[in-house]
């Protein structure tokens, strides 16, 4: 397998954006009005990620699960996803942000995925962060979309084949996966992408995640040695032989 170079800046963050619905519970408020509190907070990590020169923030939106919702809140995200849109182009656009929507979007108003395309083309030559929205996202339909597209054109399957089938094969894979709202698990997020992530659990519910949640999990990544099935002896010996690619030569 190919090594990553070690970095202690993530290039790739990816957010599971949860706790919207306890966040407005705790405050009587409907679960709708936390949602619109967590864009606000999507709003400033965003800029946060562009500021500290991440590349690609890929966040969890809306899973292939969460149709099981009460109708009202789904048609909720639906109405959300559309006004953030209409609304924060115009910024991603002055902050330099690509957008992509991976997930299915068969499921979707016909205006809904109009809009999704449109946002991705208005903002298709930005090129200082990568903003994906995973939205009717999950792991299991992606793995499988990308199988039958391959079987379709009659392509081996092979891990780079399949990688590169996927919904996130314009980006690399993330080095640092975060959970806002206190659980601990995957929730059929980024299964086959996620293999060599560090993964990061914060019991911060999403609408409080600031810039200052964002440093503390950025710190705990630095910390961590990512081995990638190698020894930590190993690991050792490609830091000193990248910093000496890396020193000038006299
Ligand atoms: C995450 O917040 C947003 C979506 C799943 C759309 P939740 O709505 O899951 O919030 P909790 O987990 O109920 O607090
Ligand atoms: C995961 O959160 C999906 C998103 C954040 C969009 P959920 O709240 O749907 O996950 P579970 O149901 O607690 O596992
Ligand atoms: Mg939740």
């Known amino acids: 397998m190919h090594n990553p170079p070690i970095s202690l800046l993530p290039h790739h963050v990816a957010i599971v954006m ?21 864009v606000d ?24 699960e969460n149709w099981n919702r009460p109708v009202e809140e789904v048609s909720g995200l639906m109405d959300l996803l559309a006004l953030a849109l209409s ?3 115009p910024r991603l656009l002055d902050n330099g942000v690509r957008l992509h929507f991976p997930g299915d979007r068969s499921r979707l108003s016909s205006k809904l995925a109009q809009s999704l395309a449109a946002a991705e083309q208005a903002t298709a030559a930005q ?9 009717n996202y999950g792991g299991r339909w992606d793995m499988a979309q990308a199988a039958r597209r391959l079987a379709e054109r009659g392509e081996p399957i ?22 806002t709202g206190g659980e601990q698990r995957i929730s059929n997020f980024l299964l086959w992408q996620a293999a060599y992530s560090e993964l990061v659990f914060t019991d ?7 810039a200052a949640e964002l440093d503390k999990a ?23 032989s990248a910093l000496g690619a890396d020193a000038p030569h006299a």
């Open 204 to 210: 911060c519910l999403w609408p409080d995640f600031d």
């Open 18 to 38: 949860d706790g919207n619905g306890r966040w407005a519970q705790k405050r009587w408020l409907p679960r709708v009005a936390g949602h619109k509190q967590g």
């Open 127 to 135: 090129d200082r962060l990568v903003l994906n929205v995973c939205f």
């Open 218 to 240: 950025l710190n705990e990544f630095a910390r961590r040695e990512r081995r990638f099935g190698q020894t930590s002896e190993q690991r050792a010996q490609a830091t000193v």
């Open 41 to 64: 907070a999507l709003r400033g990590v965003v800029q946060a990620c562009v500021e500290r020169g991440i590349r690609v923030l890929t966040v969890f939106a809306f899973s292939s």
């Open 87 to 89: 609304r924060e182009v």
């Open 158 to 179: 092979t891990e780079e084949s399949l990688s590169g089938a996927m919904a996130l094969a314009h980006v690399p894979d993330p080095d640092l996966l975060i959970r």
